[in-house]
């Protein structure tokens, strides 16, 4: 929540936070808490990782209670089978005031046992996207977040908890808040992560198990080292990830195997025709990637009493593609600035 | 071929060159040739593109002739299509002394058409691997193929010609040559740049398919960006250079459907442990294609007689994966520099 301005400067309404698992997104998450000035503390189930957070002069306490005692804001970014169980830890070690949230890439699972355990008022699923290489800590950097797209899913009981976060994720790190249901963002993340890393995974296997893998290598072209890039990450970590959002991954792999089955009957049928209609469609798809305008606008809610035109608001705004930039509670009223597709598709 | 060294520095052999089809490929093929101080002309059948060179001080005559006439080398850059007819009317217009080869990104159908008319002795099918996003003659630049792996596919009867070639690649665009036979090289490329070519398209046209497309672009991850990015290139390209390899590109397709096939069903069964074991394979290849050492040999062969172990020679260090980084005629011998994987997997 941004309670106010100063010389043009946002301040940041939080004052302390932990993250809780500080590996790549939580190390980073962390860093750049700690540099916006914000009082924050970390911990890992790992003792190694938490000798090497005290040497960067992190606060890293032995036990997880600890860690997240007295604090405003808990991220929790450990493994996503780890979730509900932390979850429940850090609820219990921390007070009503605390908002939680989570930075795992599916949300439905995460979303429905945070109601399971009563905490819907004050833990806010969410996402940051960000392409990540390596893993660990050590990869861990302040900037590795700014300026990204940041899910966070809007309840109607967890509003004043959304509030709160989605101003802390815009002032701290440049967030473009990108507000969908959990379900809703999780068809979402199949397409536009999960289906990317099966196919790369299935490319790069294929190639393993060719005969002339050393040959396909020597000639590994931009498409193959693109198309490649997050089978080098941890299995591990993509099983997770895929796992557990198997139901919608499994959707969006079969919506891509159909435009394959297009694309192979019109290269056995020679339809130069059809092939390229085909890639023309992904063409246009492409192309909007980076060449989406916005455009801004301002909407203001009535900050305490029924929260359902004010839900409905966000819902649909990230749905639409658009996400908003500013959230701020002043004189009784919540103040959004959004930003829509200026020409959807 | 290079016949001698001057302080140190490689003397290019051949003074003259023409390319024949100025495109993104073409016209830094040209560029380069130019700035490594060969005389060079350049034509293309596009009358604005031959203006276009023209206002960039390339000898641009209007007919493919008169381009061609008298030179030692003529690269063929225009389409996959076109290449059988132009092969024809370039070597009509050029003497025994002139070396043909190609860019195209399939060599078997061109390779054959160069026998079928008689060429076999001086068209040296080519094939440097350069990632593409834009296209056209204005997109071109001197340093697009720099350092590239660039498939020659040696014969018997072009051996003479396959020398020259290959030590002009590597002295003007620091190329590492990768020596493959025809079909060889298109089994190859379906894997590195053809399939991941399908992938990209059906991934980014199942996403313009999608009823959440604009949210799908507004998280698009880094597995989205990367996983799509050669799914912006121009439509008819793609489809021609699919299209050209067709049986090897819907073979290498299969491979990877199969891949792909374990993993859903993995991920259907909720099997963790195969899922991982599947994502390793993946990351076994990706970790090799920066992660590889070679190490580098000298082999010298007669520069006149019989060539069977010569081209032995080559195609074998192309098919395990090495390159050259010199060709050298001198004293009746061909001396070659190569480079072998130190620990192929």
Redesign the interface.
């Known amino acids: 929540m941004t309670d106010g301005v100063t010389d043009g400067r946002p301040v940041v309404a939080e004052r302390t936070a932990a993250v809780v698992g500080t590996g790549l997104i939580g190390g980073s998450v962390l860093l750049r808490l700690r540099a916006a000035g914000l009082d924050v503390t970390g911990w890992d189930p790992d003792p190694a990782t938490r000798d090497y957070a005290h040497e960067q002069g992190v606060a890293a306490p032995d036990t997880l209670e600890e860690a997240v005692a007295g604090r405003d804001v808990v991220f929790l970014c450990g493994p996503l089978p780890s979730l509900p169980e932390t979850l429940a830890r850090v609820a219990g070690a921390t007070d009503e005031h605390c908002v939680l949230t989570d930075v795992g890439s599916t949300k439905a699972a995460v979303a429905a046992a945070a109601t399971a355990q009563g905490l819907g008022h004050r833990f806010v699923p969410g996402h940051p ?4 290489d390596g893993a660990g800590l050590t990869a861990a950097t302040p900037v590795l977040l700014d300026g990204a ?1 940041w ?1 966070l899913c809007p309840t109607g009981s967890g509003m004043a908890a959304f509030r709160r976060l989605a101003a802390l994720v815009i002032d701290v790190f440049g967030a ?1 808040v ?1 507000p ?1 249901s959990a379900p ?1 963002h999780d ?3 199949a ?3 999960h ?16 005969a ?22 941890p ?2 970590r ?3 990830m ?2 557990a959002n ?1 139901g919608p ?2 959707a ?2 079969e ?6 089955d297009e ?2 009957d019109a ?2 049928a ?1 339809d ?1 025709a059809a ?15 980076r060449g ?1 305008t916005f455009a801004a606008h301002r909407r203001e809610f009535p900050a305490v009493v029924d929260h359902a035109g004010e839900l409905a608001y966000l819902r649909e705004l ?6 908003l930039t500013q959230c701020r509670v002043e004189a009784g009223a919540v103040v959004y600035t959004g930003h829509l ?1 200026a020409s ?2």
């Open positions: 996207m960000a392409g990540a797209a899910v473009r990108v969908l809703e068809v979402v993340a397409l536009s992560s289906v990317p890393h099966l196919l790369a995974g299935a490319l790069a296997g294929a190639v393993q198990r060719s002339l893998r050393e040959a396909v290598l020597a000639l590994a072209a931009g498409s193959f080292t693109d198309g490649t890039r997050v089978a080098g990450g299995p591990e993509t099983a997770n895929l796992l198997r991954a499994l969006g792999l919506a891509v195997r159909a435009v394959l694309l192979a290269m056995r020679g130069r092939l390229t209609a085909l890639l023309d469609e992904g063409r246009t798809a492409r192309a909007a990637v989406r990230g749905a639409a593609g658009g996400h597709p959807p598709g």
